[in-house]
């Protein structure tokens, strides 16, 4: 149930009519029609009597009524003291995004933010995850970004996007075809990777060393979408976050799931332990939130 079913049904019993209504509100009366149904449906009850000649709540509708016009009258408070605390705010929020995570999953959650909170300055600062992580811990920065967290000392973590790294190859490879491929199989590969200025770079080491083989990069670039690229034209394999293969990859890729071990793979959004947490970052940390919840 939505807060718009709710300011509907509100509505219509204020006005007492479902035409009165729709005209107030400025949608049509079947609309309003659908949704009383549907809150109905979903309550497994009757609301309003449709036998009665004029508009008459039944017994459930009362009660469903009085809950309805309680709860918006909370949501109306706590929305006009939230803008309060946003007026009287600094207004700032200084944020650190990865070259990647922008266009993988932030875009949305600042597109969000910058359409319900117009007047708080935002600021956003480019930064590898090590960048990032030093510039929250040195209040330069108000929230970051992480792939892959650890538990770090004075961090507090909220995951975002829980997916995987895949294996990508040319469909035309002699893996092409494969859906499961081990770190042994693709020990004499030619490997294609972010460069070492990159926390990923380390994670990825990190999983070959825990397949017992000492990784070894065959070439390195700070640019994703060229590593891709150079996949797509036959020049190598990687091993990349599957959201970002998802969102820039061709249709000459071939996507393969990690095994032995397997490749787990995290983004999150963090913030500084013990650090107050201003009214823009606790609105942009709810944003992400709800969103990593699929709100």
């Known amino acids: 149930m939505t807060l718009t079913q709710l300011e509907y ?4 019993v204020g006005e007492g009519n479902f035409t009165k209504a729709a005209n107030k509100i400025f949608v049509s009366q079947p609309t309003l029609s659908r949704t009383v149904q549907n809150i109905e449906k979903e309550l497994g009850t009757i609301l309003i009597d449709r036998d009665a000649k004029d508009l008459q709540l039944t017994k459930d509708g009362q009660v469903f009524y ?6 918006l009258g909370i949501f109306s408070s706590k929305t006009r003291e939230m803008m309060s605390r946003l007026e009287n705010s600094d207004g700032t929020l200084k944020l650190g995004i ?10 949305s959650a600042i597109y969000a933010f910058r359409e319900k909170y117009p007047e708080v ?7 590898t995850t090590r960048q990032g992580i ?12 992480m792939i892959n967290p650890e538990e770090v000392d004075g961090i507090e973590m909220l995951p975002v996007v829980l997916s995987e790294a895949v294996l990508v190859v040319q469909k035309n490879h002699r893996l092409g075809r494969r859906r499961n491929v081990s770190f042994e199989e693709i020990r004499d ?27 070894r990069f065959d070439f390195e670039s700070d640019q994703w979408e060229f590593i891709l690229e150079m996949v797509s ?10 959201p970002l293969v998802d969102k820039f990859g061709s249709l000459r890729i071939h996507r393969i799931h990690l095994e032995n071990p397997t490749f787990e793979w995290t983004l999150a959004l963090v913030r500084k332990k013990g650090r107050h947490m201003t009214v823009p970052m606790e609105c942009f940390w709810n944003i992400c939130q709800r969103k990593g919840r699929g709100e």
């Not at 990865?98 to 875009?107: H, I, K, S």
Request: glycine share 8%.
């Open 189 to 215: 590969e030619k490997i294609l990777m972010v460069g070492k200025g990159y926390s990923y770079n380390d994670v990825v080491s990190s999983k070959f060393r825990e397949a017992g083989i000492e990784p």
């Open 134 to 145: 030093e510039m929250l811990m040195d209040e330069r920065l108000d929230l970051t970004v």
């Open 66 to 71: 009085d809950y309805a016009k309680e709860l």
């Open 98 to 107: 990865t070259p990647t995570t922008g266009a993988m999953y932030f875009y």
């Open 121 to 127: 300055n935002l600021q956003i600062e480019e930064v």
């Open 233 to 242: 034209n036959g020049q190598g394999i990687s091993i990349l976050p599957k």
């Open 9 to 12: 049904f509100v509505e219509i």
